[in-house]
């Protein structure tokens, strides 16, 4: 040690030894070696910690940009001081009392000093690579100007954080950085722009597939985060969102921008990626709606065609079922748009990589499915079902369903799912839909999973499997009865249908109808069926089966019902049967639903002959 160093520590020691009990004398030994040693750093040093000591802000700033200045990088003293300093400045809005002392000095710093103080940590940090992200974010926002030019860089860091912790570097990234540098976007390579924008991508999708509740107007900022990722890589800018914008729009945007683009461009490809992440979230969130203050799910089935199919190679319609049908039928075919663009040959690569980055799976799965069924690709469907897991058995039941509806027949698979749909109906009611048996071509139904709509759909499976045999010579009484207890559903809707069966029953000679007394409730059948008993003629015979007075359905009897007809009616027969009418009329009211309900669950043998053309033997099991 030289004899000026022995001086300097001296000094130093006597003012640190009399820094409590005498200030000033304290204060006069730091400023005579500040006069003899300018240069010493443990002088310096030991003037600024005076000064911290005494909360004096400005002075202690002074004395720290002096040491900041002189001796960058070289004592660990000093590296503790800034460590303290921008630690405080990061907690500003919760800082102690300690921290706040930081605060108010860091104030009085010359811009130059605030700045280098920054740019020596980010030197200094090593491999912290986090500490390192959070300078730079603090150094943008005291000194905003400095985005320009080193945004590239931190950006560089965040996509090095991200393949260690996706989820702490991606939330810096969309939540911190991209608000700084939104209004300047810095030039970046093409590939780290993308993965960048892909990251910034997964983070949104992850809050809105996780949360209960949606954030706010998440589409808005993914569309203002790829702007600015195409203005880094200098792209023809894509459209802003706007919930008012159709998705026609876009789609129109997308394919000028494809005619003009080279094929596989990267530009087109995320284009259309965002594209199609959008329209398939407007699917997937559409498919829920809340009917009866419950959250109703929506599942694409087979829709009914009246008479023979159109054979034209068209795609198939969708019907209007319900209020939400128009939306969802927009956003599954803008989806299914997007989805054939990005399955080319020049995008099929990339775009595949994206899926797998990207935390879609459950919503991919259900789109597939459903996109397989819209183009009826039965066996495609089958697989792409065995291969979701996160599907009910109400679900998976009227899947295979609607599956063997696109074959055009009725298996024993097919009727034991109508059975377990019955038997897993839901509380909610919901209400009967239109549209539901559309004439002459291949068409999808967008069916809420409520009582009413899952009934009627199983009604219409089984009526779309038997009606033909109502045109067929020698149909049975008993499949003419049961076709009008089911038609009650349909009656306005499938006039022809119900006409024949009239017809049929009046053309013969003699009928028998079981079903009246237990299960026809409407009064326009009723009406029907009194005018066929009153106009029957001496050699024709018109037979029922009626539950003794004032036993209905699902009641219990001690007698067994009594058979009654037209031939040889005598004035109690005819009393009886008007008792019967007034009964069903009077029932008028119940739950057609339920009593449909009741009907197939109880009738399953009687309709499984009507379906198949066997005579069963025991109960059709459910598997």
């Known amino acids: 040690m030289t004899s000026n160093e022995e001086n300097e520590l001296y000094m130093v020691k006597q003012a640190q030894s009399l820094r409590k009990s005498d200030p000033d004398a304290a204060q006069a030994w730091i400023m005579t070696a500040k006069m003899l040693y300018p240069s010493a750093f443990n002088v310096q040093y030991e003037s600024y910690l005076f000064e911290r000591d005494g909360k004096n802000y400005e002075e202690a700033a002074k004395c720290f940009s002096v040491i900041a200045t002189k001796f960058p990088n070289r004592h660990t003293e000093l590296w503790q001081e800034i460590n303290a300093l921008t630690t405080a400045l990061r907690n500003e809005n919760e800082s102690t009392p300690e921290q706040e002392f930081f605060v108010k000095m860091y104030k009085h710093l010359t811009p130059d000093v605030q ?32 985005v320009t030019t080193h945004a590239p860089r931190l950006l560089e860091l965040l996509a090095e954080g991200m393949t260690t912790d996706p989820d702490v570097y991606q939330r810096i990234l969309v939540e911190d950085v991209l608000p700084m540098i939104q209004h300047k976007p810095p030039e970046l390579a093409p590939v780290l722009a993308c993965r960048l924008y892909t990251n910034s991508l997964e983070y949104y999708l992850r809050q809105i597939m996780d949360s209960e509740t949606e954030p706010a107007d998440p589409w808005k900022t993914i569309f203002k985060v790829l702007m600015l990722c195409g203005q880094m890589m200098g792209w023809e800018p894509f459209l802003p969102f706007s919930k008012q914008c159709s998705q026609n729009v876009y789609w129109e945007k997308l394919v000028d921008i494809l005619s003009a683009s080279p094929p596989g461009s990267s530009k087109v490809l995320f284009y259309a990626t965002t594209l199609f992440i959008y329209s398939l979230y407007g699917y997937i969130r559409n498919c829920r709606l809340r009917i009866d203050d419950s959250d109703v799910s929506h599942v694409l089935v087979e829709g009914f065609i009246d008479g023979s199919e159109d054979q034209s190679m068209e795609p198939p319609k969708f019907s209007l079922t319900t209020p939400i049908s128009p939306d969802l039928s927009n956003a599954f075919l803008h989806a299914a748009q997007c989805w054939q663009l990005l399955n080319t040959d020049q995008f099929q690569r990339d775009f595949s990589q994206l899926m797998v980055a990207l935390p879609l799976a459950p919503w991919i799965s259900r789109f597939l499915f459903d996109l397989a069924i819209y183009f009826g690709h039965r066996d495609e469907a089958n697989k792409l079902m065995g291969e979701m897991t996160t599907q009910s058995s109400l679900v998976q039941s009227l899947q295979i369903l609607s599956l063997n509806l696109m074959q055009g027949s009725m298996t024993l698979q097919g009727f034991q799912c109508i059975l377990k749909v019955i038997g897993e109906l ?23 999973l ?62 028998n109808l079981r079903t009246l007394s237990t299960y026809i409730i409407s009064i326009d059948l009723i009406e029907e069926l009194s005018h066929i008993w009153n106009s029957q003629l001496d050699d024709s015979n018109f037979e029922l089966t009626g539950s003794p007075t004032g036993v209905s359905s699902g009641g219990t009897a001690s007698v067994p019902p009594r058979r009654i007809g037209t031939r040889g009616a005598d004035k109690g027969a005819r009393d009886e049967f008007k008792t019967i009418t007034r009964q069903q009329i009077a029932r008028c009211n119940e739950n057609i639903i339920t009593l449909l309900a009741n009907f197939i669950t109880q009738e399953q043998l009687m309709l499984a002959q009507h379906i198949f053309g066997i005579p069963p033997v025991e109960t059709i099991e459910i598997k």
């Open 426 to 448: 839901p509380a909610t009611n919901g209400h009967l839909l239109e549209n539901m048996t559309l004439k002459g071509h291949r068409h999808m139904v967008f069916l809420p």
């Open 115 to 146: 700045h280098n103080i920054f740019m020596h940590t980010i030197n200094h940090c090593g491999d912290d690579l986090e500490q390192c992200i959070c300078i730079y974010i603090l150094m943008f926002k005291k000194f905003p100007k400095s």
């Open 450 to 511: 409520t009582r009413a709509a899952l009934v009627q759909y199983c009604t219409g499976a089984i009526v779309s499997r038997i009606s033909r045999q109502v045109f067929e010579p020698n149909c049975s009484d008993r499949l003419l009865g049961d076709l009008l207890v089911l038609q009650q559903l349909n009656l306005l809707n499938d006039t022809r249908l119900t006409q024949q069966i009239f017809s049929v029953i009046k053309q013969r000679k003699s009928f």
